[in-house]
Protein backbone atom coordinates (compact mmCIF):
# COMPACT_ATOMS: atom_id res chain seq x y z
CA UNK A 1 0.00 0.00 0.00
CA UNK A 2 1.43 3.15 -1.06
CA UNK A 3 1.27 6.42 1.01
CA UNK A 4 -0.99 7.93 -1.68
CA UNK A 5 -3.54 5.40 -0.59
CA UNK A 6 -3.03 5.64 2.71
CA UNK A 7 -4.07 9.42 2.36
CA UNK A 8 -6.93 8.44 0.01
CA UNK A 9 -8.35 6.19 2.94
CA UNK A 10 -7.77 8.39 5.53
CA UNK A 11 -5.16 6.40 7.36
CA UNK A 12 -2.54 9.65 6.96
CA UNK A 13 -3.75 13.35 7.22
CA UNK A 14 -3.77 15.98 4.21
CA UNK A 15 -4.77 18.80 2.78
CA UNK A 16 -7.84 17.56 0.61
CA UNK A 17 -8.79 19.80 -2.41
CA UNK A 18 -10.63 17.47 -4.53
CA UNK A 19 -12.39 13.72 -5.03
CA UNK A 20 -14.56 11.88 -6.95
CA UNK A 21 -14.63 8.07 -7.09
CA UNK A 22 -11.77 8.05 -9.21
CA UNK A 23 -9.48 10.73 -7.86
CA UNK A 24 -8.51 11.94 -4.94
CA UNK A 25 -6.56 15.64 -4.74
CA UNK A 26 -4.29 17.34 -1.70
CA UNK A 27 -1.53 19.86 -1.30
CA UNK A 28 1.85 18.49 -1.33
CA UNK A 29 3.33 19.13 2.23
CA UNK A 30 6.76 19.45 1.28
CA UNK A 31 6.06 21.88 -1.88
CA UNK A 32 8.06 23.52 -4.31
CA UNK A 33 5.94 26.40 -4.10
CA UNK A 34 2.92 27.58 -2.35
CA UNK A 35 -0.14 25.93 -4.01
CA UNK A 36 1.35 22.90 -4.96
CA UNK A 37 -1.20 20.38 -5.39
CA UNK A 38 -1.06 16.74 -5.93
CA UNK A 39 -3.64 15.41 -8.40
CA UNK A 40 -3.91 10.42 -7.55
CA UNK A 41 -5.62 8.26 -9.00
CA UNK A 42 -7.62 5.89 -6.51
CA UNK A 43 -6.41 2.69 -8.44
CA UNK A 44 -3.36 2.14 -7.67
CA UNK A 45 -1.00 2.07 -10.38
CA UNK A 46 2.98 3.05 -10.40
CA UNK A 47 3.45 4.25 -13.57
CA UNK A 48 1.78 7.03 -14.52
CA UNK A 49 0.86 6.05 -18.19
CA UNK A 50 0.32 2.44 -16.99
CA UNK A 51 -3.00 3.73 -16.29
CA UNK A 52 -5.99 2.05 -18.06
CA UNK A 53 -6.25 4.89 -20.73
CA UNK A 54 -10.23 5.90 -19.12
CA UNK A 55 -7.99 7.46 -16.14
CA UNK A 56 -5.85 9.06 -18.27
CA UNK A 57 -8.35 10.94 -20.27
CA UNK A 58 -10.60 11.59 -16.99
CA UNK A 59 -7.69 12.73 -14.93
CA UNK A 60 -7.10 16.19 -16.89
CA UNK A 61 -10.97 16.81 -16.65
CA UNK A 62 -11.06 16.14 -12.99
CA UNK A 63 -7.86 18.90 -12.43
CA UNK A 64 -9.39 21.19 -14.75
CA UNK A 65 -11.06 23.02 -12.14
CA UNK A 66 -8.39 22.76 -9.53
CA UNK A 67 -5.44 24.02 -12.03
CA UNK A 68 -8.05 27.05 -12.33
CA UNK A 69 -8.50 27.77 -8.71
CA UNK A 70 -4.72 27.75 -8.32
CA UNK A 71 -4.37 29.86 -11.47
CA UNK A 72 -6.84 32.28 -8.98
CA UNK A 73 -5.54 31.61 -6.17
CA UNK A 74 -1.66 32.69 -6.89
CA UNK A 75 -0.22 35.23 -7.90
CA UNK A 76 1.17 33.24 -11.72
CA UNK A 77 1.31 33.54 -15.17
CA UNK A 78 -0.38 29.48 -15.16
CA UNK A 79 -1.10 26.86 -13.28
CA UNK A 80 1.78 23.92 -14.62
CA UNK A 81 1.34 20.59 -14.53
CA UNK A 82 4.25 18.07 -14.37
CA UNK A 83 4.49 14.32 -14.29
CA UNK A 84 7.67 12.67 -12.41
CA UNK A 85 6.67 9.58 -10.44
CA UNK A 86 9.83 9.38 -8.95
CA UNK A 87 9.49 9.21 -5.26
CA UNK A 88 6.25 7.43 -4.76
CA UNK A 89 5.40 3.94 -6.51
CA UNK A 90 1.41 5.53 -7.40
CA UNK A 91 0.87 7.06 -10.53
CA UNK A 92 0.07 11.01 -10.12
CA UNK A 93 0.31 14.74 -11.40
CA UNK A 94 1.64 18.01 -9.50
CA UNK A 95 -0.38 20.89 -10.62
CA UNK A 96 2.00 24.51 -9.39
CA UNK A 97 0.85 27.93 -9.30
CA UNK A 98 4.39 29.03 -11.92
CA UNK A 99 5.23 31.94 -13.66
CA UNK A 100 9.25 30.21 -14.63
CA UNK A 101 9.53 26.80 -16.31
CA UNK A 102 12.47 26.73 -12.98
CA UNK A 103 8.98 26.70 -11.10
CA UNK A 104 8.79 23.29 -11.89
CA UNK A 105 12.13 21.92 -10.98
CA UNK A 106 11.79 19.29 -9.03
CA UNK A 107 15.59 19.60 -7.98
CA UNK A 108 15.29 22.69 -6.26
CA UNK A 109 14.95 22.82 -2.67
CA UNK A 110 11.23 22.03 -1.01
CA UNK A 111 9.54 24.69 1.04
CA UNK A 112 8.99 24.15 4.86
CA UNK A 113 5.38 25.03 5.57
CA UNK A 114 3.66 24.96 8.85
CA UNK A 115 0.36 23.20 9.25
CA UNK A 116 -1.77 26.52 10.02
CA UNK A 117 -0.38 27.84 6.49
CA UNK A 118 -0.89 24.83 4.10
CA UNK A 119 -4.65 25.20 6.23
CA UNK A 120 -4.72 28.77 4.85
CA UNK A 121 -3.65 27.76 1.16
CA UNK A 122 -6.10 24.91 1.58
CA UNK A 123 -9.24 27.39 2.13
CA UNK A 124 -7.91 29.58 -0.85
CA UNK A 125 -7.89 27.12 -3.53
CA UNK A 126 -11.11 26.15 -2.37
CA UNK A 127 -12.66 28.75 -2.09
CA UNK A 128 -11.73 29.74 -5.88
CA UNK A 129 -12.89 25.93 -6.90
Do not use: W
Not at 15 to 41: C, M, R, T, W, Y
Not at 51 to 60: G, H, R, S
Not at 71 to 90: A, N, Y
Not at 113 to 128: D, V
Request: glycine residues 4%.
Amino acid sequence: MSIFTKIISGEIPSFKIAENDQFFSFLDIFPLVKGHVLVVPKLEVDKFFDLPEKYLQEMLVFAQPIARAIEKSFDCKRCGISVVGLEVPHAHMHLLPINTANDLNFTQPKLTISKEELAAIQAKILENL
